[in-house]
């Protein structure tokens, strides 16, 4: 690594279980801080390449209405990567808040699409509403769905 690297890192305390360090390491083959950084820059492209697999799978009605449907949710590990328990949820949005039909989506095109995403990109959707409603005051709603 040259000094100009080194000079723009900051330096961090931080608290890992043994068991992820002993994983990061392989066991203490390698050396801990490069690879965190691997595994932070290797999660980094990991996003953006789920994102890219989910862009233009749902229309901006749908968007909406999922974004409505997940509104003051938590998604627990349980279900993040759980696609019938997705569908159950909107289902559920749909019979109790009518949170597609209210924003011109149709569920059932909804749950269908649902049911061709891989566990990754369910995380995604979730993980991309789960964005818009951390900042929800600083993103349009209309700009965020045409996606």
Partial sequence: MNNSKIRD????TLRLPEEMVKQLTDNG???LN???IEFVQQSFAD???AMLDIKGVFTSPEWIALA???NG???????RYNRDAFIIHCEDA????S???KHGADKKAVCEKIKGLTAIQVATVYRRIETYWEKCGEIDLQKWSEF
Wanted: proline letters at 3%.
């Fill in 99 to 101: 949170s597609f039909s």
């Fill in 47 to 49: 996003r953006k390449a």
């Fill in 94 to 97: 749909e019979l109790y808040e």
């Fill in 68 to 70: 409505d449907s997940l």
């Fill in 73 to 79: 949710t938590m998604i627990t590990d349980e279900f």
């Fill in 29 to 31: 083959q390698k050396m």
């Fill in 9 to 12: 890192m900051e330096t961090k």
């Fill in 34 to 36: 490069p690879a965190l």
